[in-house]
Each structure stands twice: as structure tokens, then as C-alpha cells.
């Protein structure tokens, strides 16, 4: 049935040389047409930890240069050099070129073969068989030949666009990773800087731990105080050390990750950095609809890409069942003598067409018709499993943007307060009114709401980093550069990053 189905078209394409590639037809997006709408995604701009009066104006973020949206110079600078550093990016621009080269291998089909070939043949043939009593036979030719396969039902073309298709994935992929790049490098950014922070407090909890066991251990050797109270104070410094010697081995992990990202040393002379606390990101980037998300996100982009070199392949999967058409031929100059190849009588041509026509294969065609229609299925389903990865990605941090500043403020009450009842706690145990313990209670508190603040704070800025991201913010430098296209780098020379 297939068989005759397909022998009806091929008049038409015998005609006008069609192509057997189904319509393109881009999947209806599986998503809902809005982004979530609730508590959870309802911004709280009294925040203390707001943006800070910088906007971005409405603009979405794929519109929105990395350089505006990241207010640190000194992350800026790290940004830049692992743009051009990156190990990962320069394999993702390296397969662009690949796959470029592979896509004009498969353009060349569609043009005639040209080729000069010489040769010289010597043959010695034995007495009682060479004709004429010629047991040896020179001869020499020159010629040019050229061969050609005329795609008469698109065979040729459906692989040229399904190899044109799968290079432009390849770019918008590697488009991907260049914002996936500078989303990773702020984010180690800013761990570094978190552990900063951390480190600080541990610090100042270890000095304050210090001086609460020296005092103790003076009143236990004088004889007013208990052992019980000096082991607690005690505690409390060991700990802290602990938690110090830990952090001190995690900020320099995360600083190495950081280089890893770069692709080299971070140089002594970067810029002066933000502390934590002081970054200011943009915070107000609109969310748009989702449909958006298709022309922002090179990640979907690329999947299409992926789908419509499926579709060109079912289109040569069908060309498979039809005859292949080639034309062969040569022109040149053949002589028993080297001398005589220019002669006005050594000329010397062939002309062979010749027709293929597929009559038992196996079933290896049938077969190659249907892996072709199932691999586009599978195209299908990786590109509505993109555009439903970018949604969650996006509403998840909208969710965060709505909370995280009110949970910050919360948090930094909470440390407030944790800090006011360790003053109370160590006034009541100098005045004899209450235990030890209550001061040890306190301290190891406020040393958790401290940490609690800090990772909130680090979390809301990564989350607005990766929204930036998740919305197609990174690939630009600047507000309102032109967009560049998904197969340059960012400084637009190739042969720099490689």
C-alpha cells in the first residue's frame, strides 16, 4: 500500500523535482498560556532586601545586557574571562564548526562532481594469448571527468536540510551554554561570597566563645564557678573551630569551582567586589507569557532545529523507494604513446547514465521510512518536555522572587532577636540569676540565625540570577546591543577561542 501510495507522487516529483519531507508543523506548546498566579508569586517591594531602586525598565531579559543586570565590576570582569576561557564553551563553539562542516558535505551532493585524472597502465600479456603477437600493451589518457545524481524526488535535499537543521541546533545549543555559563559563574560568584560572610560570623562567634571561656575558666579556678559551666563554655569553642576549619576548606572548594568555570587563575588585579549583602540584581524583570519562552529560550530553539532535521529525514527516507538517477561521463585523451596523448585523433569520451531502482531490499527500506517517523515522534516529545523544563524553570523562580524578601526580613528580625536575648542571657548568668546554659542556648541560636540569613540571602540572589537565565537573559553584553547570531561567540571570532 505504501509502495503505491508513494509511485502516485512520483510524477509530480519527476516533474518538478519535489521534495517528500512532510509540512513542518510546530507542536502546539503544552503548557497553560499564563504563568502561575498565587501567594507564592505576589513580590513583597517593602522588602528591605528590595533591588534597591534599579529597574529594568520593563525591557524582558533576553533584551537585557549581563553587564546591566550585574551591577558587581568584579563579577562583570570574571564573566568576561570565562567567556573567553571556558573549556566547556570553546568544545560548544568547536561543534558548531563540526557539524557546519558536515552540513556543507551534504550541500556539495547537490552539485556536479568534477575531477582530472591521468594515468599510465603497462600490461604484459603471455605469448600464446596477446593478440597480434603483442605481449606488452602501453597506454596513457587524460581526462576530465564529472558525475552527477539528479535528485529528481529530493532525496539529496531532505539530507542537506536535515543537515542544515541539526547545525543550526548545534548553534542555538551552544547559545544555551553560553548562558548557562554566565548564569554558573555568578552563581559560584556569589557562593564565594557567602562563604565570606559565613566566615566572619564564625570568626566573631569564635572570639565571642573565647572570651566566655576565659571568664568561665577564671571563675572555675578561683573557685565560683563549675566545672559543669567551663565544659559548656568550652564546648561552644570547639565547635566554632570546627565550623571554622570546615568553612575555610569550602570557601577554597568554591573557589576553585569558580576557576574551573574561568578556565584560569582569577588575576590579582580584578576589580574591587560587592559584598553579599550589597549586590544589586535587578529584581523586576517581567516574566511575559509563555509563549514568549519560544523565541527567548535557545534551548527550545534548538530542540525545533532538532525536530525539523527529524522531519527532513523522513522526507530521504521516502526518496529511498523511488529510482536514484546519476549521470557519469569523462572527456579526455587516451594513446598507446605518451607523446601521442594530444594527437588530433586521441580523443576520447564516455557518457553513462544509469537508473537504480530499489526492487528487494528486505525491508530495509520499509524499515528506514518507519525509524524515520518514530525518531521525529521521539523530536516530538523532547521538544514539549523543553518548552514544560522551561516553564517549571521559570514559575519555580518566580515563586522564589515572591518570597524570599519577606523571608529575609523575617530572618533578619529573627537574628535581631537572637541577638538581643544573648545579651539578656549572658547579663542574667554575670548577675547569678541564671544558668549557663540559657548563654550556650542563645549563642548557638543566634549562630543559626545568622547562617539561616546568609542562605537566604545567597539563594534569592541565585534564584534571581537563574530566572534571568530561565527568561533567555545572558546573551547579550549591553542593553541594547544588537543580537548576535547563535553560532558567533561573543567576541565574534572563532579562531580566538580556539
Known amino acids: 500500500m505504501l509502495r503505491h501510495t508513494l509511485a502516485a507522487a512520483a510524477v509530480a516529483a519527476l516533474a518538478a523535482g519535489c521534495s517528500f519531507q512532510p509540512a513542518f508543523q510546530r507542536p502546539v506548546s503544552p503548557v497553560a498560556d499564563t504563568f502561575p498566579a498565587g501567594p507564592a508569586y505576589e513580590r513583597s517591594d517593602a522588602a528591605p532586601d ?47 564548526e563540526a557539524v557546519r562542516a558536515q552540513y556543507l558535505i551534504a550541500r556539495a551532493d547537490l552539485f556536479p562532481a568534477l575531477d582530472i585524472d591521468a594515468s599510465a597502465t603497462r600490461q604484459r600479456t603471455p605469448p600464446s594469448l596477446a593478440a597480434a603477437g603483442r605481449t606488452q600493451v602501453r597506454q596513457y589518457s587524460v581526462g576530465l571527468g564529472a558525475s552527477w545524481e539528479l535528485d529528481f524526488f529530493g532525496r539529496i535535499r531532505s539530507l542537506k536540510d536535515e543537515a542544515l537543521a541539526q547545525y543550526l541546533s548545534t548553534a542555538e545549543a551552544r547559545k544555551s551554554a553560553e548562558l548557562a555559563l554566565v548564569a554558573a559563574v555568578a552563581d559560584q560568584y556569589l557562593a564565594v561570597l557567602a562563604y565570606d560572610d559565613l566566615l566572619a560570623i564564625t570568626r566573631n562567634t569564635l572570639k565571642t566563645a573565647q572570651e566566655s571561656f576565659d571568664i568561665t575558666k577564671l571563675q572555675f579556678d578561683t573557685g565560683t564557678g563549675s566545672e559543669l559551666d567551663l565544659r559548656q563554655a568550652q564546648s561552644v569553642v570547639q565547635q566554632a573551630q570546627a565550623n571554622l ?75 529511498a523507494f523511488f529510482p536514484r538517477i546519476s549521470l557519469t561521463g569523462s572527456f579526455g585523451t587516451l594513446s598507446p604513446t605518451l607523446g601521442g596523448l594530444f594527437d588530433s585523433n586521441s580523443e576520447a569520451w564516455s557518457f553513462v547514465p ?36 522551561a516553564f517549571r524553570e521559570v514559575a519555580d523562580g518566580l515563586a522564589a522572587r515572591g518570597t524570599f524578601d519577606e523571608q529575609i526580613r523575617q530572618l533578619a528580625g529573627l537574628t535581631d532577636s537572637q541577638n538581643r536575648r544573648l545579651e539578656l542571657s549572658d547579663l542574667r548568668y554575670r548577675n547569678g540569676v541564671d544558668s549557663y546554659l540559657a548563654v550556650l542556648t542563645a549563642q548557638t541560636d543566634l549562630y543559626a540565625a545568622q547562617q539561616s540569613l546568609i542562605s537566604a540571602r545567597l539563594q534569592r540572589l541565585t534564584n534571581l540570577v537563574d530566572l534571568y537565565q530561565a527568561l533567555g537573559g545572558g546573551w547579550l553584553e549591553r542593553t541594547g546591543d544588537q543580537p548576535r547570531p547563535a553560532d558567533t561567540t561573543a567576541s565574534g571570532d572563532v579562531e580566538a577561542q580556539k
Open 50 to 96: 528590595a533591588s534597591g531602586g534599579r529597574s529594568a525598565q520593563g525591557l524582558p531579559a533576553a533584551d537585557i545586557g549581563w553587564r546591566d543586570f550585574f551591577a558587581d565590576a568584579r563579577l562583570q570582569r570574571v564573566i568576561e574571562l570565562a567567556l573567553q576561557n571556558n573549556r566547556d564553551l570553546r568544545t560548544s563553539i568547536l561543534n558548531v
Open 245 to 319: 576549619q570546615s568553612q575555610l576548606r569550602l570557601r577554597a572548594q568554591a573557589e576553585n569551582a569558580l576557576t574551573l568555570l574561568v578556565g584560569q587563575p582569577l588575576p590579582a588585579d580584578l576589580p574591587a567586589g560587592v559584598a553579599l549583602g550589597d549586590q544589586n540584581l535587578l529584581a523586576d524583570i517581567p516574566a511575559g507569557l509563555p509563549s514568549d519562552l519560544i523565541a527567548r529560550r535557545p534551548d527550545i530553539a534548538a530542540a525545533e532545529q532538532a525536530l525539523r532535521a527529524a522531519n527532513a529525514d523522513i522526507g530521504a527516507a521516502r526518496a
Open 354 to 389: 544509469q537508473l537504480t531502482l530499489p526492487i528487494f531490499t528486505g525491508g530495509a527500506a520499509t524499515a528506514g521510512y518507519e525509524l524515520a517517523k518514530v525518531r521525529q515522534r521521539i523530536e516530538v516529545a523532547n521538544y514539549e518536555k523543553t518548552i514544560q523544563t
